[in-house]
């Protein structure tokens, strides 16, 4: 079970997970090993927390670092 907690508050954001992987093998042996960042910074102002496929979730985050955040318009973070 992968657990991530976030929580705005005034003037930033915190976020923190587990970092534990589960190995499932074909004869429904399961191992936990604590070894993978579950909370990635993509920008000084962007972290995305992510659970469920370790593959998906760290393609979805090398595509946002490569793709999104060269294109990042700064005025997104100015007030409204």
Excluded: N
């Excluded at 954001?13 to 990635?40: C, F, N, W």
Aim: hydrophobic letters at 45%.
């Amino acid at each position: 079970m992968t657990w991530v907690v976030a929580c705005r508050e005034m003037f930033c954001a915190t976020a923190m997970s587990d970092i534990q992987v589960t190995l499932e093998y074909p004869d429904g042996r399961k191992i936990y090993v604590d070894a993978l960042r579950k909370v990635h910074a993509l920008h000084p102002r962007i972290a995305i927390p992510c659970s469920g496929s370790v593959r998906l979730a760290l393609g979805v985050i090398s595509a946002l670092r490569s793709e999104l955040i060269a294109r990042l318009d700064e005025r997104l973070f100015e007030e409204p």
